[in-house]
């Protein structure tokens, strides 16, 4: 963290500023730096701060979208060379979106998918009003190891029971875990459909998912 | 003189809707397939979802809205009145859960809570309507917004402000109304309840949304136009900016339902909220959501249209200081602003949860605001009334007001008299001594004086037929032995 140039790259993340953040990452390329310690020591420190500071309400949404779409543009000028080097950022899981049969509103799971994705998951996200067998096809397709359902209305939170019972049937979990969201969604919700785990905002919702594949840490 | 609150300048207002009537137009609005053919038929373009709709079609959609209507009663009289400036209260809808008030913990809703919620608002003057308050957990969810009808129309005589919860609902749930109203053309001539109908931000009137509008319009009964922007989720950030799309998204509203049926009544309404930065929640209880409330409503009242808004309520998990700061906050700010309908009381929670509780005392909050709106009383000083001069006159430097026939005859007119839910007693008094165990005790009250209403045993008939027909339709479980 020394590094002036890894310290950059971490305020361009923190600052929401995507320009800066390629202009850095391409300057990396430039100089040799390894793409896979400019991610990890310099723009996903970023990240880190950012979720830590909306965790403790000194950041706010707005800021957090900024730094994820910062992160998004730095990951895309350094992924090409990262592949050419097999040395491929490690990726802490893979998880398929969606929200719930008949809800249309995605700005939880947008969120959720946004800030996932640019702290190292893989997201593959089937939009609004997944049905249960689209989750199903999808999560096998791709080995996922969270599915993940959101609803905003009470009357489509029956949607969330329907996945988690579509997976169960096909023999998905406990491999796949099944997670839940939305505004509308209790802990008490979430144990009587047996979702592993459920969360009402981004932030926790990174917590979860880091805790179910095992990368979680006491803070996170 | 009426006091008033006004936020928006006039000038505020026409920038408001000129932006609104190009957002018609580009981006446009999307809609379902049920009212492509509607909207195409009256020349508007609809490509990949999306309607153009001109300034001049809204315009003449707007003219054929009726300024006023009213909602009656069982016996037949009106009950509400939308339109110019009279203000109405009704409970707010539709949560899953209630605040138990020996746990103090959300549980799910049952056919008791909505039941007990009737029976309060039923008692209390401060309500103006009924509201299908709360889902019932231990009924069929197929049928779940059919049934909250069906149990609020037995416990209640008031109008009611309800709502689908599908396209294909609605009509088993104007069918129960009819069976109610001697008929579909007795509930066109004196409806009893106005339903929400719901655009999803930004600019979006779904399928489900448009179905509802259609339908509403064709029966002739009332719709709630709730448009809910989320300033800087799912709308532009600033107040003016959400009340902009706010408007665009009631004027596509007021299109569809026009060119279905003209002439048929609909309201200027909506759930505008700000989106909270922090948790991606809509804060009901904010200065700013009521600023929105307030905003969308004076530009309905600027198009003379009979408006609405979603206030009185509160993010307060219980039944705390911040429940009744924020509740009585946006009661007198409706109030003042004149609003229509105001949805909202007794609910907690950002509208998660329903309190019977939070309802009896919200009802205080409302008989404030009432008492406010009425304003300053001078007498006529034409008819040389004085304001103080003929009392002293009286009195001279006695002091002795209380023994005026004056203050006999008008301390009712001037001062509310609250219910013992507010607490003026000097400390050591009798009364409970917190507000919560007040309400608690105000609830059996009410609900021990509470008397149902005697249906005729031919429309209870008609309505289990309904409520029968309506279950197999939707596949659920039966729900009348």
């Known amino acids: 963290m020394s590094d002036p140039m890894f310290q950059a790259m971490r305020q361009s993340i923190i600052d929401g500023a995507p320009d800066t953040a390629t202009e850095l990452a391409q300057q990396a390329l430039a100089s040799g730096v390894d793409p896979l310690d400019a991610v990890n020591q310099g723009f996903a420190a970023g990240i880190t701060f950012a979720g830590d500071q ?66 190292g998951f ?28 959101s609803a905003l209305l009470t009357t489509t939170m029956a949607g969330q029971k329907a996945v988690i019972e579509a997976l169960d049937r096909n023999g998905l979990r406990p491999r796949v875990k099944a997670i839940i969201g939305g505004a509308a969604v209790t802990s008490k919700w979430a144990a009587e459909i047996g979702a592993d785990g459920f969360s009402r905002n981004a932030i926790d919702a990174l917590a979860l998912a880091k805790n179910l594949v095992g990368k979680g840490t006491a803070s996170a | ?84 400036d009279d203000v109405q209260f009704d409970p707010g809808s539709c949560c899953v859960q209630v605040l138990d008030p020996e746990a103090l913990e959300a549980r799910p809703s049952e056919t008791r809570d909505l039941v007990r919620i009737v029976k309060v608002t039923e008692t209390l003057p401060q309500f103006a309507a009924q509201s299908t308050a709360v889902v019932c957990t231990d009924a069929p969810g197929e049928i779940g917004d059919l049934y909250r009808l069906f149990v609020v129309l037995q416990y209640s005589d008031k109008p009611v402000v309800t709502g689908s919860f599908s396209a294909e609902g609605l009509q088993g749930m104007l069918d129960l109304l009819a069976a109610d109203s001697g008929g579909p053309e007795g509930l066109r001539q004196r409806p009893r309840a106005v339903f929400d109908v719901c655009p999803s931000p930004p600019l979006n009137w779904s399928e489900f949304g448009s179905h509802n509008l259609l339908d509403l319009a064709r029966a002739g009964v009332p719709a709630e136009i709730v448009s809910m922007p989320l300033a800087g989720g799912t709308a532009p950030v600033t107040i003016a900016g959400s009340v902009t799309q706010h408007a665009a998204e009631a004027l596509a509203g007021i299109t569809l339902h026009q060119l279905a049926a003209r002439g048929s009544p609909i309201v200027w309404g909506g759930a505008p909220a700000i989106f909270d930065m922090r948790t991606g929640g809509a804060p009901m209880g904010a200065v700013e959501t009521a600023m929105l409330n307030m905003a969308c409503a004076e530009v309905g009242k600027h198009l003379g249209l009979p408006t609405h808004g979603y206030l009185v309520a509160t993010d307060s998990k219980f039944v705390d200081a911040q429940a009744g700061a924020e509740s009585a906050r946006s009661a007198m700010l409706g109030a003042l602003t004149g609003i229509n309908m105001i949805s909202g009381a007794g609910m907690i929670e950002s509208l998660a949860c329903h309190s019977v509780e939070k309802l009896v005392i919200d009802a205080e909050s409302i008989a404030s605001a009432y008492r406010l709106v009425r304003g300053v009383e001078a007498g006529d000083a034409g008819r040389g009334e004085t304001l103080a001069t003929a009392m002293f006159a009286q009195t001279g430097l006695s002091g002795e007001f209380l023994k005026l026939k004056e203050t006999r005859s008008l301390f ?43 249906l005729p045993e031919a429309v209870l008939q008609k309505f289990h037929t309904i409520v029968e027909r309506e279950t197999k339709r939707a596949g659920a479980a039966a729900l009348l032995a």
């Open chain 2, 412 to 454: 009712r007119k001037e001062q509310y008299l609250p219910s013992p839910v507010i607490d003026r007693s000097a400390r050591g008094s009798e009364l409970p001594s917190n507000v919560f165990t007040r309400a608690r005790a105000r609830v059996d009250e009410l609900v021990g004086t509470y008397q149902q209403p005697s």
């Open chain 2, 1 to 84: 003189m009426r006091p008033r609150l006004q936020l928006l300048s006039p000038e505020l207002i026409s920038r408001i809707l000129r932006e609104a009537f190009e957002l018609l137009m580009n981006p446009g609005i999307r809609v379902g397939s049920a009212v492509v053919e509607l909207l195409q038929s009256a020349g508007v373009k609809v490509y990949g979802g999306v309607a153009r709709i001109p300034e001049s079609l809204a315009q003449k959609c707007l003219a054929s809205v009726p300024r006023d209507f009213y909602l009656y009663n069982r016996r037949g009289d009106r009950a509400v009145h939308y339109g110019g």
């Open chain 1, 54 to 119: 909306f965790g403790c309400g000194q950041m706010f949404l707005p800021d957090l979208l900024a730094s994820a779409e910062a992160m998004k543009a730095a990951i895309k000028i350094l992924e090409p060379e990262m592949l050419k080097r097999g040395s491929q950022r490690e990726t802490l899981g893979k998880i398929v979106l969606g929200t719930a049969r008949g809800d249309i509103h995605d700005i939880g799971k947008n969120l959720v998918a946004t800030i996932l994705s640019s702290s």
């Open chain 1, 122 to 149: 893989q997201i593959f996200d089937l939009g609004t009003s997944v049905t249960p067998e689209q989750f199903v096809a999808k999560a096998k397709e791709v080995d996922a190891d969270i599915v993940g359902v």
